[in-house]
Nanobody, 118 residues
Framework: VQLQASGGGLVQAGGSLRLSCAAS????????MAWFRQALGKEREFVAT????????YYADSVKGRFTTSRENAKNTVYLQMNDLKPEDTGVYYC????????????WGQGTLVTVSS
């Protein structure tokens, strides 16, 4: 699976961005998808995950109520809608995929930079 994340950019605090993660090579419908982010000088951290059916969603406490992940299996695409952005949301956002019965994410996108100015 090849993953391509896009949609990052510069936004003011309080603004919104929508990230997309498009897959090629295989259908995403069998995979658990997740978003991670990494701020400069910090470790990569979990942001959100969505199961193959879209029925189960999990979010980091820091983004609950502000971020929403969704997927369109027919388009082989996963989204991360980010609202009420804060400067601490700044970082490179990555999408990742794993099979449901594994714990490790085997496939990663190249990342898209999100910068939130105060």
């Amino acid at each position: 699976v090849q993953l391509q994340a896009s949609g990052g950019g510069l936004v003011q605090a309080g603004g919104s961005l929508r990230l997309s993660c498009a897959a090629s090579g295989r259908t995403l419908s069998n995979y658990v998808m997740a978003w991670f982010r990494q701020a400069l000088g910090k470790e990569r951290e979990f942001v959100a995950t969505i199961t193959w059916s879209g029925a189960d969603l999990y979010y980091a406490d820091s983004v609950k109520g502000r971020f929403t992940t969704s997927r369109e299996n027919a388009k082989n695409t996963v989204y991360l809608q980010m609202n009420d952005l804060k400067p601490e949301d700044t970082g490179v956002y990555y999408c990742a995929a794993r099979l449901p019965w594994t714990s490790e994410y085997d496939f990663w996108g190249q990342g898209t930079l999100v910068t939130v100015s105060s």
